[in-house]
Protein backbone atom coordinates (compact mmCIF):
# COMPACT_ATOMS: atom_id res chain seq x y z
CA UNK A 1 0.00 0.00 0.00
CA UNK A 2 1.02 3.67 -0.67
CA UNK A 3 2.03 5.83 2.07
CA UNK A 4 -0.65 7.51 3.91
CA UNK A 5 -1.95 10.73 2.52
CA UNK A 6 -2.82 14.08 4.49
CA UNK A 7 -5.16 16.41 1.65
CA UNK A 8 -5.84 20.21 3.06
CA UNK A 9 -9.03 21.00 1.62
CA UNK A 10 -9.51 24.29 0.23
CA UNK A 11 -13.23 25.71 -0.31
CA UNK A 12 -13.48 28.52 -3.01
CA UNK A 13 -15.83 31.15 -3.81
CA UNK A 14 -15.34 33.23 -6.98
CA UNK A 15 -12.22 32.21 -7.42
CA UNK A 16 -10.98 32.72 -4.01
CA UNK A 17 -10.21 30.76 -0.88
CA UNK A 18 -12.91 31.12 1.41
CA UNK A 19 -13.61 30.01 5.50
CA UNK A 20 -11.58 29.69 7.74
CA UNK A 21 -7.86 30.31 6.44
CA UNK A 22 -5.92 32.47 9.28
CA UNK A 23 -2.31 33.23 8.45
CA UNK A 24 -0.37 36.37 8.53
CA UNK A 25 2.34 35.16 6.35
CA UNK A 26 0.41 34.94 3.74
CA UNK A 27 0.20 38.42 1.53
CA UNK A 28 -3.22 37.50 0.11
CA UNK A 29 -5.07 34.24 1.77
CA UNK A 30 -7.50 34.41 -0.27
CA UNK A 31 -5.13 33.26 -3.18
CA UNK A 32 -5.93 30.00 -3.94
CA UNK A 33 -2.42 30.22 -5.72
CA UNK A 34 -0.17 31.17 -3.22
CA UNK A 35 -2.08 28.91 -0.44
CA UNK A 36 -1.68 25.62 -3.05
CA UNK A 37 2.15 26.39 -2.76
CA UNK A 38 2.75 27.17 0.54
CA UNK A 39 0.48 23.60 1.13
CA UNK A 40 2.65 22.45 -1.12
CA UNK A 41 5.79 23.37 0.39
CA UNK A 42 4.65 22.76 3.87
CA UNK A 43 3.89 18.62 3.03
CA UNK A 44 0.49 18.72 1.33
CA UNK A 45 0.91 14.97 -0.49
CA UNK A 46 -2.35 16.29 -2.65
CA UNK A 47 -4.49 19.14 -2.16
CA UNK A 48 -8.37 19.46 -2.73
CA UNK A 49 -10.44 22.52 -4.09
CA UNK A 50 -14.18 22.63 -3.88
CA UNK A 51 -15.85 25.05 -5.68
CA UNK A 52 -18.76 26.17 -3.09
CA UNK A 53 -20.50 28.29 -5.17
CA UNK A 54 -20.72 26.56 -8.87
CA UNK A 55 -22.89 28.54 -10.27
CA UNK A 56 -22.27 28.65 -14.24
CA UNK A 57 -20.57 31.71 -14.40
CA UNK A 58 -18.01 31.00 -11.80
CA UNK A 59 -17.20 28.03 -14.11
CA UNK A 60 -14.79 30.45 -16.50
CA UNK A 61 -13.18 31.61 -12.99
CA UNK A 62 -12.89 28.37 -11.71
CA UNK A 63 -10.95 26.81 -14.73
CA UNK A 64 -8.58 29.58 -14.75
CA UNK A 65 -7.92 29.09 -11.17
CA UNK A 66 -7.31 25.14 -12.00
CA UNK A 67 -4.99 26.78 -14.66
CA UNK A 68 -3.05 28.90 -12.57
CA UNK A 69 -2.82 26.11 -9.78
CA UNK A 70 -1.40 23.65 -12.25
CA UNK A 71 1.31 25.83 -13.45
CA UNK A 72 2.81 26.35 -10.22
CA UNK A 73 1.86 23.17 -8.07
CA UNK A 74 3.87 19.89 -8.01
CA UNK A 75 1.89 17.60 -6.11
CA UNK A 76 -1.73 16.21 -7.14
CA UNK A 77 -4.84 18.44 -6.88
CA UNK A 78 -8.32 17.33 -7.53
CA UNK A 79 -11.29 19.49 -8.32
CA UNK A 80 -15.05 19.22 -6.82
CA UNK A 81 -18.26 21.35 -6.87
CA UNK A 82 -19.56 22.54 -10.16
CA UNK A 83 -18.59 19.05 -11.83
CA UNK A 84 -21.58 18.02 -13.47
CA UNK A 85 -21.12 16.53 -17.00
CA UNK A 86 -18.36 14.98 -18.81
CA UNK A 87 -17.53 18.62 -20.42
CA UNK A 88 -17.44 20.62 -16.98
CA UNK A 89 -14.73 17.65 -16.32
CA UNK A 90 -13.08 17.95 -19.63
CA UNK A 91 -12.69 21.42 -18.68
CA UNK A 92 -11.15 20.97 -15.43
CA UNK A 93 -8.68 17.85 -16.15
CA UNK A 94 -7.51 19.92 -19.44
CA UNK A 95 -6.90 22.61 -17.47
CA UNK A 96 -4.47 21.00 -15.39
CA UNK A 97 -6.69 19.02 -12.31
CA UNK A 98 -5.58 15.83 -11.92
CA UNK A 99 -8.75 14.18 -10.98
CA UNK A 100 -12.24 15.68 -10.38
CA UNK A 101 -14.59 14.76 -7.26
CA UNK A 102 -18.26 13.97 -8.24
CA UNK A 103 -21.18 14.58 -5.85
CA UNK A 104 -24.46 15.35 -5.84
CA UNK A 105 -24.44 15.07 -9.78
CA UNK A 106 -22.85 11.47 -9.82
CA UNK A 107 -26.26 10.42 -7.70
CA UNK A 108 -28.30 11.89 -10.03
CA UNK A 109 -26.76 10.29 -13.14
CA UNK A 110 -24.27 7.75 -12.17
CA UNK A 111 -23.59 6.95 -15.84
CA UNK A 112 -21.44 10.51 -15.51
CA UNK A 113 -18.47 8.62 -13.17
CA UNK A 114 -18.11 5.97 -15.89
CA UNK A 115 -17.88 8.17 -18.91
CA UNK A 116 -15.03 10.36 -16.96
CA UNK A 117 -13.41 7.30 -15.97
CA UNK A 118 -13.64 6.28 -19.66
CA UNK A 119 -11.85 9.10 -21.18
CA UNK A 120 -9.36 10.01 -18.39
CA UNK A 121 -8.77 6.52 -16.36
CA UNK A 122 -10.64 5.97 -12.87
CA UNK A 123 -7.70 7.08 -11.13
CA UNK A 124 -9.21 10.50 -12.05
CA UNK A 125 -12.70 9.89 -10.90
CA UNK A 126 -13.10 10.76 -7.14
CA UNK A 127 -16.76 9.86 -5.63
CA UNK A 128 -17.83 12.26 -3.23
CA UNK A 129 -20.03 11.12 -0.19
CA UNK A 130 -21.95 13.19 2.19
CA UNK A 131 -23.05 10.04 4.83
CA UNK A 132 -25.06 10.59 7.73
CA UNK A 133 -27.63 7.84 9.28
CA UNK A 134 -26.84 5.31 7.36
CA UNK A 135 -27.56 7.41 3.93
CA UNK A 136 -26.43 9.89 1.47
CA UNK A 137 -26.81 13.67 1.76
CA UNK A 138 -26.96 16.25 -1.38
CA UNK A 139 -26.38 19.71 -1.55
CA UNK A 140 -23.94 20.39 0.77
CA UNK A 141 -25.64 17.59 3.40
CA UNK A 142 -28.36 19.59 3.51
CA UNK A 143 -30.56 17.29 1.89
CA UNK A 144 -31.65 14.27 3.18
CA UNK A 145 -31.83 11.16 0.62
CA UNK A 146 -33.02 7.69 0.50
CA UNK A 147 -29.54 5.98 -0.99
CA UNK A 148 -27.75 4.02 1.54
CA UNK A 149 -24.04 5.06 2.14
CA UNK A 150 -22.04 1.49 1.58
CA UNK A 151 -24.50 0.28 -1.65
CA UNK A 152 -23.86 3.94 -3.13
CA UNK A 153 -19.82 3.20 -2.51
CA UNK A 154 -20.11 -0.01 -4.25
CA UNK A 155 -21.87 1.13 -7.25
CA UNK A 156 -19.40 4.20 -7.74
CA UNK A 157 -16.20 2.21 -7.51
CA UNK A 158 -18.09 -0.38 -9.56
CA UNK A 159 -18.95 2.60 -12.01
CA UNK A 160 -15.66 3.65 -12.35
CA UNK A 161 -14.45 5.68 -9.27
CA UNK A 162 -11.20 5.58 -8.79
CA UNK A 163 -11.36 6.62 -5.05
CA UNK A 164 -14.26 7.81 -2.73
CA UNK A 165 -14.19 10.60 -0.81
CA UNK A 166 -16.19 10.09 2.56
CA UNK A 167 -17.28 12.70 5.03
CA UNK A 168 -19.67 11.99 8.18
CA UNK A 169 -22.07 14.75 8.41
CA UNK A 170 -22.00 14.63 12.10
CA UNK A 171 -18.89 14.28 12.71
CA UNK A 172 -17.77 17.37 10.41
CA UNK A 173 -16.98 20.54 11.68
CA UNK A 174 -16.92 19.07 15.05
CA UNK A 175 -13.66 18.43 15.54
CA UNK A 176 -13.16 15.77 17.38
CA UNK A 177 -11.93 12.92 15.59
CA UNK A 178 -13.00 11.03 12.20
CA UNK A 179 -15.83 8.76 11.53
CA UNK A 180 -14.28 5.58 12.37
CA UNK A 181 -16.26 3.03 12.22
CA UNK A 182 -18.17 4.16 9.54
CA UNK A 183 -14.82 4.68 7.14
CA UNK A 184 -13.84 1.29 8.02
CA UNK A 185 -17.03 0.55 6.55
CA UNK A 186 -16.97 1.80 3.35
CA UNK A 187 -13.32 1.00 2.98
CA UNK A 188 -13.90 -2.82 3.76
CA UNK A 189 -16.50 -3.02 1.40
CA UNK A 190 -15.38 -1.33 -1.49
CA UNK A 191 -11.79 -2.12 -3.18
CA UNK A 192 -10.89 1.39 -3.79
CA UNK A 193 -9.01 3.42 -1.84
CA UNK A 194 -10.74 5.98 0.80
CA UNK A 195 -10.33 9.45 1.86
CA UNK A 196 -11.94 10.09 5.39
CA UNK A 197 -13.27 13.74 6.14
CA UNK A 198 -14.57 15.28 8.69
CA UNK A 199 -13.92 15.77 12.20
CA UNK A 200 -10.14 16.40 12.32
CA UNK A 201 -9.03 18.44 15.27
CA UNK A 202 -5.71 16.75 15.80
CA UNK A 203 -2.74 14.99 15.06
CA UNK A 204 -4.16 12.07 16.90
CA UNK A 205 -7.36 12.32 15.23
CA UNK A 206 -5.38 12.49 11.73
CA UNK A 207 -3.39 9.08 13.22
CA UNK A 208 -7.11 7.30 13.81
CA UNK A 209 -8.06 7.46 10.63
CA UNK A 210 -4.74 7.33 8.68
CA UNK A 211 -4.74 3.90 10.73
CA UNK A 212 -8.33 2.47 9.49
CA UNK A 213 -8.06 4.08 5.87
CA UNK A 214 -5.37 5.10 2.99
CA UNK A 215 -6.01 9.48 2.93
CA UNK A 216 -7.30 11.95 5.64
CA UNK A 217 -8.82 15.44 4.22
CA UNK A 218 -7.85 18.17 6.69
CA UNK A 219 -9.78 21.80 6.48
CA UNK A 220 -9.69 24.38 9.46
CA UNK A 221 -7.15 22.21 11.56
CA UNK A 222 -4.62 23.00 9.02
CA UNK A 223 -6.54 26.56 7.88
CA UNK A 224 -5.81 28.13 11.58
CA UNK A 225 -2.22 27.14 11.32
CA UNK A 226 -0.96 26.65 7.73
CA UNK A 227 2.84 26.84 8.94
CA UNK A 228 2.17 24.33 11.51
CA UNK A 229 1.41 21.70 8.28
CA UNK A 230 4.81 20.00 8.69
CA UNK A 231 4.99 19.83 12.70
CA UNK A 232 1.13 18.07 12.43
CA UNK A 233 3.00 15.75 9.49
CA UNK A 234 5.98 15.52 12.42
CA UNK A 235 3.00 14.61 15.21
CA UNK A 236 1.23 12.07 12.67
CA UNK A 237 4.86 10.33 12.14
CA UNK A 238 5.51 9.92 15.59
CA UNK A 239 2.45 8.24 16.28
CA UNK A 240 3.46 5.78 14.04
CA UNK A 241 1.92 6.67 10.81
CA UNK A 242 4.56 6.78 7.66
CA UNK A 243 4.27 9.57 5.46
CA UNK A 244 6.16 10.48 2.78
CA UNK A 245 9.68 11.80 3.58
CA UNK A 246 9.98 15.53 2.98
CA UNK A 247 13.31 16.96 1.93
CA UNK A 248 14.56 20.34 1.91
CA UNK A 249 13.27 22.36 -1.40
CA UNK A 250 15.63 23.13 -4.03
CA UNK B 1 13.66 25.99 -30.76
CA UNK B 2 12.05 24.18 -27.57
CA UNK B 3 14.85 21.60 -25.45
CA UNK B 4 12.00 19.28 -25.41
CA UNK B 5 8.56 17.85 -27.20
CA UNK B 6 5.75 16.73 -25.47
CA UNK B 7 3.97 14.35 -27.66
CA UNK B 8 0.62 15.15 -28.11
CA UNK B 9 -2.05 12.43 -27.68
CA UNK B 10 -5.21 14.47 -29.23
CA UNK B 11 -6.47 14.67 -25.37
CA UNK B 12 -5.51 15.16 -21.75
CA UNK B 13 -3.55 17.20 -19.53
CA UNK B 14 -0.24 18.14 -20.32
CA UNK B 15 -0.19 20.87 -18.57
CA UNK B 16 2.08 19.89 -15.18
CA UNK B 17 4.65 18.27 -17.26
CA UNK B 18 5.74 21.38 -19.20
CA UNK B 19 5.04 23.40 -15.73
CA UNK B 20 7.74 21.30 -14.47
CA UNK B 21 10.00 21.81 -17.28
CA UNK B 22 9.58 25.49 -17.23
CA UNK B 23 10.12 24.91 -13.25
CA UNK B 24 13.36 23.76 -14.28
CA UNK B 25 14.26 26.36 -16.88
CA UNK B 26 13.58 24.29 -19.85
CA UNK B 27 11.17 25.22 -22.71
CA UNK B 28 8.77 22.64 -24.38
CA UNK B 29 6.29 22.43 -26.91
CA UNK B 30 3.60 19.84 -27.24
CA UNK B 31 3.58 18.13 -30.38
CA UNK B 32 2.74 15.04 -32.81
CA UNK B 33 4.47 15.89 -35.45
CA UNK B 34 6.53 13.64 -36.45
CA UNK B 35 9.31 16.14 -37.69
CA UNK B 36 9.35 17.85 -34.48
CA UNK B 37 9.55 14.38 -32.89
CA UNK B 38 12.68 13.78 -34.87
CA UNK B 39 14.43 16.93 -34.24
CA UNK B 40 13.90 17.72 -30.54
CA UNK B 41 16.50 17.38 -28.05
CA UNK B 42 14.30 15.20 -25.57
CA UNK B 43 11.23 13.87 -25.71
CA UNK B 44 8.43 13.29 -22.92
CA UNK B 45 5.56 10.66 -23.62
CA UNK B 46 3.07 11.85 -20.99
CA UNK B 47 0.78 9.84 -19.27
CA UNK B 48 -2.31 11.40 -19.65
CA UNK B 49 -5.65 9.77 -20.91
CA UNK B 50 -6.93 6.17 -22.39
CA UNK B 51 -4.74 3.75 -24.34
CA UNK B 52 -6.31 3.01 -27.28
CA UNK B 53 -7.01 6.77 -28.05
CA UNK B 54 -3.73 7.65 -27.19
CA UNK B 55 -2.80 4.43 -29.67
CA UNK B 56 -4.77 5.88 -32.83
CA UNK B 57 -3.75 9.92 -32.13
CA UNK B 58 -0.23 8.65 -32.61
CA UNK B 59 -0.65 6.28 -34.98
CA UNK B 60 -2.93 8.81 -36.91
CA UNK B 61 -0.14 11.75 -36.87
CA UNK B 62 2.66 9.57 -37.71
CA UNK B 63 4.01 10.21 -33.95
CA UNK B 64 3.92 6.29 -32.87
CA UNK B 65 6.45 5.72 -36.64
CA UNK B 66 8.68 9.03 -35.59
CA UNK B 67 8.64 7.22 -31.84
CA UNK B 68 10.29 4.29 -33.20
CA UNK B 69 12.51 5.62 -35.87
CA UNK B 70 14.28 7.82 -32.71
CA UNK B 71 14.37 5.40 -30.25
CA UNK B 72 16.12 3.29 -33.30
CA UNK B 73 18.77 6.39 -33.89
CA UNK B 74 19.43 6.06 -29.95
CA UNK B 75 17.91 9.03 -29.26
CA UNK B 76 16.68 10.15 -25.90
CA UNK B 77 12.59 9.45 -24.90
CA UNK B 78 10.74 9.51 -21.87
CA UNK B 79 8.32 7.94 -20.92
CA UNK B 80 5.34 9.08 -17.94
CA UNK B 81 3.26 6.73 -16.94
CA UNK B 82 0.83 5.50 -19.75
CA UNK B 83 3.47 6.64 -21.61
CA UNK B 84 5.64 4.11 -20.58
CA UNK B 85 2.92 1.57 -20.64
CA UNK B 86 2.23 2.62 -24.74
CA UNK B 87 5.97 1.78 -25.35
CA UNK B 88 5.89 -1.71 -24.14
CA UNK B 89 3.97 -4.68 -27.21
CA UNK B 90 0.94 -4.76 -25.75
CA UNK B 91 -1.91 -3.20 -22.84
CA UNK B 92 -4.89 -4.97 -21.20
CA UNK B 93 -6.43 -1.85 -21.05
CA UNK B 94 -9.34 -0.94 -23.32
CA UNK B 95 -9.98 -4.37 -24.15
CA UNK B 96 -6.45 -4.69 -25.51
CA UNK B 97 -4.34 -2.36 -27.54
CA UNK B 98 -0.88 -3.12 -29.41
CA UNK B 99 1.78 -0.21 -27.91
CA UNK B 100 4.32 1.43 -29.80
CA UNK B 101 6.45 -1.76 -29.10
CA UNK B 102 10.27 0.11 -28.46
CA UNK B 103 10.70 -2.39 -25.41
CA UNK B 104 9.80 -6.39 -25.02
CA UNK B 105 6.84 -6.40 -22.42
CA UNK B 106 2.79 -6.10 -21.72
CA UNK B 107 0.75 -4.11 -19.34
CA UNK B 108 -1.72 -6.06 -17.42
CA UNK B 109 -4.59 -5.03 -14.59
CA UNK B 110 -3.10 -5.09 -11.32
CA UNK B 111 -4.83 -7.79 -8.80
CA UNK B 112 -2.77 -6.85 -5.42
CA UNK B 113 -3.92 -4.19 -3.17
CA UNK B 114 -6.42 -1.15 -3.62
CA UNK B 115 -6.77 -0.27 -7.62
CA UNK B 116 -6.25 2.07 -8.78
CA UNK B 117 -3.04 2.30 -6.87
CA UNK B 118 -2.60 6.25 -5.99
CA UNK B 119 -0.84 7.81 -3.97
CA UNK B 120 3.56 8.15 -2.78
CA UNK B 121 5.82 5.54 -2.48
CA UNK B 122 9.18 4.43 -2.69
CA UNK B 123 10.61 3.45 -5.52
CA UNK B 124 13.79 0.66 -5.00
CA UNK B 125 16.65 0.81 -5.71
CA UNK B 126 16.40 4.67 -6.64
CA UNK B 127 15.35 5.70 -2.81
CA UNK B 128 12.64 8.53 -2.91
CA UNK B 129 9.17 8.50 -2.71
CA UNK B 130 6.91 9.31 -5.49
CA UNK B 131 3.56 10.06 -6.64
CA UNK B 132 1.40 7.17 -8.47
CA UNK B 133 -2.17 6.71 -9.88
CA UNK B 134 -2.49 3.68 -11.93
CA UNK B 135 -4.72 0.71 -12.65
CA UNK B 136 -2.18 -1.28 -14.72
CA UNK B 137 1.34 -2.50 -14.49
CA UNK B 138 4.41 -3.19 -16.29
CA UNK B 139 6.06 -7.00 -17.36
CA UNK B 140 8.60 -6.45 -18.69
CA UNK B 141 12.47 -8.01 -19.08
CA UNK B 142 13.62 -4.42 -18.99
CA UNK B 143 12.07 -3.32 -15.84
CA UNK B 144 14.86 -1.47 -13.29
CA UNK B 145 13.06 -0.25 -10.69
CA UNK B 146 9.83 -1.33 -8.52
CA UNK B 147 7.81 -0.35 -5.49
CA UNK B 148 6.18 -2.54 -3.39
CA UNK B 149 6.73 -5.61 -5.64
CA UNK B 150 5.91 -3.43 -8.68
CA UNK B 151 7.48 -2.80 -11.75
CA UNK B 152 7.68 1.24 -11.77
CA UNK B 153 10.62 1.65 -14.49
CA UNK B 154 11.65 0.46 -17.50
CA UNK B 155 14.70 0.87 -19.75
CA UNK B 156 16.60 -0.10 -22.93
CA UNK B 157 19.03 2.13 -24.90
CA UNK B 158 17.46 5.53 -24.74
CA UNK B 159 13.99 5.27 -23.94
CA UNK B 160 13.46 5.31 -20.23
CA UNK B 161 9.99 4.87 -18.91
CA UNK B 162 8.72 5.51 -15.06
CA UNK B 163 5.29 4.31 -14.01
CA UNK B 164 5.17 7.11 -11.34
CA UNK B 165 4.69 11.52 -11.82
CA UNK B 166 7.74 13.21 -11.92
CA UNK B 167 5.73 15.76 -12.12
CA UNK B 168 3.67 15.88 -9.46
CA UNK B 169 6.47 14.14 -7.17
CA UNK B 170 7.42 17.44 -5.73
CA UNK B 171 11.30 18.49 -5.43
CA UNK B 172 11.81 14.58 -5.80
CA UNK B 173 9.98 14.23 -8.92
CA UNK B 174 11.74 17.76 -10.05
CA UNK B 175 15.28 16.33 -9.51
CA UNK B 176 14.51 13.35 -11.28
CA UNK B 177 13.08 15.06 -14.27
CA UNK B 178 16.66 17.09 -14.60
CA UNK B 179 18.64 14.16 -13.95
CA UNK B 180 17.17 12.78 -16.97
CA UNK B 181 16.99 15.73 -18.84
CA UNK B 182 21.28 16.46 -18.21
CA UNK B 183 23.26 15.34 -21.12
CA UNK B 184 24.54 11.98 -21.32
Not at chain 1, 100 to 119: C, F, K, M
Amino acid sequence: MPLARLIPCLDVAHGRVVKGVNFVGLRDVGDPVELARFYSDGGADELVFLDITATPEDSATMTSVVADVADVLEIPFTVGGGVRSVDDAIRIIESGADRVSLNSAALADPSLISAIARRYGSQAVVVAIDAGDGVVHTHGGRVETTTKTIPWAIEAASRGAGEILLTSISHDGRREGFDLALTAAVRDAVGVPVIASGGAGSAAHVAAALRVTDAALIASIVHENPAGLPGLRREIEGLGIRLRPMKEET
Amino acid sequence: MSDVVVVDYGAGNTRSVRAALTHLGRTSVVSSDPTAIAASDYVILPGVGSARSAMEHLEATGAATALRERFNAGRRILGICLGMQLALEHSDEDGGVDGIGLLEGSVTLMTEGRVPRLGWANVEPWGDAYYFAHSFAAQSPDGVATSEGVTVAVERDAFLGVQFHPEKSGSAGLNFLERCLSPV
